[in-house]
């Protein structure tokens, strides 16, 4: 059991809402559906370069800049530290070159991890509670995000393998997924058999992989989610969200739980109900994904 949550703004040009402050509050609503880690994706005005945010072992130091940027191979610039790790630009945008880039940097240095890739999104992950996340998190403003409660039942409890997933090595994809995805290792034998890296053991790592790759072929989100429904087996409920907005997959016998509130302003999604009373109000009309469903909003 793990619990996830979505907000999108629809106000015209909602660069800076309090997307941080929402998530937040909503995960708190969840908390009891995972203690493990928690983690939070946000989707702010586009920046004019890409950047890459990579995570650092808790308590390790972070090498030289000039050691970092030189095993960029070039492809690094303006290095910023940040708390748990460091972003930098990347001027490469080409899911090959991506792709090839975070695999150096996580092979010579262990412990290190892409977790996100892209000109708007941001991520931030902790071992435990939501509230550990912090300011960092509470004030990030955008146009919309998603959020994760993890419950570990398999794979290992540390920022590698909390969610939200970048979908690797596409930019500006992110997923948070409840579930389980039985056909995982088969679909991950297969993208590592083309040259796909990845960052965990996680099997929800998988679904932003496949559903970016539909989507670097030209596909829309709404046609692509279609795709992948017939790809994953499992039972699960998931978020997937990109530059434009959020999408969702509730799996064909509908085992674990998904509801929406939607207005004219606003969209907001969750595992539960408190969640979405706390921040559209107690009168607000809950509806539920039902098996099988695909839906997707678009920001303003």
């Known amino acids: 059991m793990c619990g996830i949550a979505g907000i999108l703004y629809r106000t015209p040009k909602a660069y ?159 997923v948070t997924h409840n579930g389980h995805i039985t056909n995982y290792y088969k679909l991950r034998k297969r993208m590592e058999a083309r040259g796909f890296s990845f960052a965990s053991q996680n099997d929800s790592e998988i679904i932003g992989m496949v559903i970016g790759e539909k989507l670097a072929a030209g596909m829309g989100l709404e046609d692509a989610l279609y795709e992948t429904r017939e790809v994953l087996d499992g039972s699960f409920s998931f978020l997937v969200a990109t530059t434009d907005g959020i999408g969702v997959l509730r799996d064909p016998i509908a085992t674990k739980p998904l509801l929406y509130v939607e207005t004219d302003d606003m969209v907001a999604l969750a595992s539960e109900h408190q969640a979405l009373h706390r921040v559209m109000g107690n009168g607000a009309k809950v509806r539920e994904i039902v098996a099988r469903e695909v839906r997707v909003w678009s920001r303003a």
């Open 16 to 174: 800076y809402q309090p997307v941080g402050h929402t998530l937040l509050a909503m995960a708190t609503c969840l908390q009891h559906r995972g203690s493990d880690s928690a983690g939070i994706a946000v989707y702010a005005k586009a920046e004019r370069q890409a950047w890459l945010q990579v995570s650092w072992p808790a308590g390790a130091a972070l090498p030289e800049p000039r050691e970092i940027l030189a095993a960029g191979g070039g492809l690094l610039s303006q290095l910023q530290p940040e708390t748990g790790g460091f972003r930098a630009v990347v001027s490469a945008m080409e899911p090959d070159a991506v792709g090839a880039l975070t695999a150096g940097l996580e092979q010579q240095f262990p412990g290190a991890t892409a977790i996100a890739f892209g000109k708007s999104l941001c991520i931030h992950k902790t071992v435990g509670l939501a509230e550990k996340l912090g300011e960092d998190a509470e004030d990030m403003t955008g146009t919309h995000g998603i959020a994760h409660l993890r419950l570990a039942t398999e794979s290992r409890i540390d920022p590698a393998h909390a969610q939200p997933f970048w979908g690797r090595p596409y930019p500006d994809i992110a």
